[in-house]
């Protein structure tokens, strides 16, 4: 006879309103690793891989989790980036200006 082995993850251990509010930060878009850091912030240690798995096998099960969110979390990151390239570009044309004796200041 098989048996089905029962995965667990310390997602498990939370209270249902602390999942509850990790399913909502999924939906809006919060990246794993903000989710554990939140979580780690009101004295709940969880992994940002513990929050993968866990959210892979609600939605494996059937469970809703928004599927819009890899869409929002690849959006966010392309931001950031954006903006990381944008401020140092910004940085760069500063100390060139100032290398100059320019003065951008209006």
Do not use: F
């Not at 310390?10 to 509850?20: R, T």
């Amino acid at each position: 006879m098989v048996t089905e082995r029962r995965i667990h993850c310390s997602i498990d251990d939370l209270p249902g309103e602390v999942k509850h509010a990790v399913i909502e930060m999924i939906g809006r878009g919060w990246t794993y690793k903000d989710i554990a850091a939140d979580l780690g912030r009101k004295g709940h240690s969880v992994s940002q891989s513990a929050i993968n798995r866990w959210a892979l096998r609600i939605r494996r099960e059937g469970g809703y989790i928004p599927a819009a969110t890899d869409t929002v979390i690849r959006a966010r990151m392309i931001v950031r980036n954006a903006i990381t390239v944008l401020q140092s570009l910004d940085a760069e044309l500063s100390n060139h200006a100032d290398n100059r004796g320019i003065n951008n200041d209006n």
